[in-house]
């Protein structure tokens, strides 16, 4: 075999390689976090100071998974108050899994949702709360067995 035909497949092997690389990359889909990402980030001053608000109470917001069902119990000097709000459980890797939870909390200060129906891995919780007119907001990471 001469240089030449060596030349030559070398040159196919890099097109045929290029090509399957071409192809693996247009099947595969990226989600986004968000598909509103840039009003999100507007958003961000009013979420810092909605979390600063949040780490000066008394105690944080408990969130707990249990059953399929997810169990908020906020601070002490909640009680009593009308508690009202979102809670955001986003998966990261498969927004099919994204769950958006209407939060109104019970006299005690104690929520639980009905069935989630939660695929099992790891969840970004984002908890938006309000009391009395002021925005309070919490995010944890949760993981479902």
Do not use: C
Not at 102 to 109: T, Y
Not at 118 to 138: C, K, N
């Amino acid at each position: 075999m001469n240089w030449g035909k060596g030349l030559a497949i070398s040159l196919i092997a890099f097109a045929a390689m290029m090509a399957a690389f071409g192809i693996a990359s247009a099947r595969r889909t990226e989600t986004l976090v968000t598909e509103n990402y840039y009003a999100e980030e507007l958003k961000y001053q009013e979420r810092i100071d909605a979390q600063s608000r949040t780490n000066a109470l008394s105690a944080p917001v408990s969130i707990v998974l249990a059953d399929d069902r997810v169990q908020l119990r906020f601070p002490v000097e909640m009680e009593g108050k009308a508690i009202t709000g979102s809670l955001k459980l986003l998966r990261t890797n498969d927004a099919r899994a994204d769950r958006d939870v209407a939060i109104a909390a019970e006299s005690d200060g104690s929520f639980t949702s009905e069935a989630l129906d939660l695929w099992p891995g790891r969840y970004d919780a984002s908890l938006e709360w309000q009391v009395d007119g002021i925005t309070y907001h919490t995010a944890e990471k949760l993981v479902v067995q």
